[in-house]
């Protein structure tokens, strides 16, 4: 059964500095591998997605490394900003269209 | 991005009562749609696949008879939480992919329910 872990649970950071946000999974046989941002009370906006050819993806401040052997996904926001506060979810897709999450990893973001 | 909209976007009933809850994709054909549901602070739990045309899959654990799933065209699929308790209060949301493309899930906003 594919667990997915997400570190740290929470996460401060002054404004200005990079934001770093790690997600693991112990199944490496995955379609590929999605982040999400959700806002308090609201649904999920997605960021990423990595297919599990790929190495990475990128996105404007956003830039996501995908190690699928080791089962690691890694999430870079740089020069992050108060906007940027939300919880980030990873997920990842194994047969059948299903989608495992992590836990995610909730930012604050202090200006 | 594509758009999935999800309706009503909260919604407070009495025990005992049904509550239905819409998922439309707006601007995209789905043949799959996906529901989970989420506690406060926790991920999302996927409760069901729900398939255009046919039953819906069940996960483990998740009644079938409690929360029907109804996917009646290629852009809409609803789920109905029969005879409520305070319990089943949570958040739902729903989400579908793109039938004409691969990869990406786009969510719905989300539907909160509080059974009274």
């Known amino acids: 059964k594919q667990e997915v872990t997400q570190i740290p649970a929470a996460l401060s950071v002054p404004e200005g500095e990079n934001l770093v946000l790690n997600c693991s999974f112990t199944?490496?046989?995955?379609?590929?591998l999605q982040w999400f941002r959700q806002d308090p009370g609201k649904g999920l906006t997605s960021l990423l997605l990595?297919?599990?050819?790929?190495r990475e993806q990128t996105s404007g401040r956003l830039n996501a490394s995908l190690d699928k052997s080791s089962g690691r996904s890694t999430l870079y926001i740089a020069a992050s900003q108060p906007g940027d506060s939300a919880t980030y979810l990873c997920?990842?897709?194994?047969?059948?269209?299903?989608?495992?999450f992590g836990g995610g990893t909730r930012v604050l973001v202090k200006p | 991005g594509a758009v999935v909209s999800q309706h009503p976007s909260w919604v407070i009933c009495k025990s005992g009562t049904s509550v239905k809850i819409e998922c439309r994709s707006l601007?995209?054909?789905?043949?799959?749609m996906f529901w989970y549901r989420q506690f406060p602070k926790q991920s999302l739990m996927l409760m069901a696949t729900?398939?255009?045309?046919?039953?819906?899959?069940?996960e483990q654990g998740v009644e079938k008879d409690k929360f029907l799933i109804n996917h009646a065209s290629l852009t809409l699929s609803t789920l109905t939480v029969t005879s409520a308790h305070p319990e089943d209060s949570s958040f739902y949301i729903c989400?579908?992919?793109?039938?004409?493309?691969?990869?990406?899930?786009?969510f719905g906003e989300g539907s909160r329910l509080t059974v009274l």
């Open positions: 989400s579908a992919r793109d039938a004409m493309a691969t990869g990406e899930l786009f």
């Open positions: 601007d995209f054909q789905a043949t799959t």
């Open positions: 729900s398939n255009e045309g046919s039953k819906a899959t069940y």
């Open positions: 997920a990842v897709e194994a047969a059948g269209n299903k989608l495992t």
């Open positions: 990595i297919q599990s050819s790929q």
């Open positions: 199944d490496s046989a995955i379609y590929n």
